[in-house]
């Protein structure tokens, strides 16, 4: 069986922010990082996915045809931000339930007030 190369993450966003044409500095802002960071993350061959994602983004580049883990990266991003909506979609239903309900008791309870009142006047 052939063993795998494993992949220098590293060195594949250095090509990456080369080949964009856009300066070191100007890559590793629009990514929410410092210059001195940008170097030291091409010089981990295990750069996270995420921070691969945020330089993917700040330099349009798609990394997915060099590093394959990033299909199932971005799948799995996919998967929770539906996710989160979806959570974000049945918070904003039970929250208006709620408010509907609590607005039909303030209702019955004013009018149980006003029988009361009612009640009270006659005497």
Known sequence: MKKQAKIDRGAILKKAVKSSGI?????????????VTYYMHIGNP???????????????????DEITEMVEYYERKRENSLSTFEKIEAERDFWRDEYARTLKEKY?????????EAKLARK
Request: glycine share 10%.
């Open 23 to 35: 300066s070191v500095t100007e890559a590793s802002r629009r990514a929410g990082y410092g210059r």
């Open 46 to 64: 295990d750069l996270k996915l995420d921070i691969l994602d945020k330089y993917a983004t700040g330099i349009g580049y798609d990394f997915r």
């Open 108 to 116: 019955e309870l004013l009018k149980k007030i006003e029988l009361l």
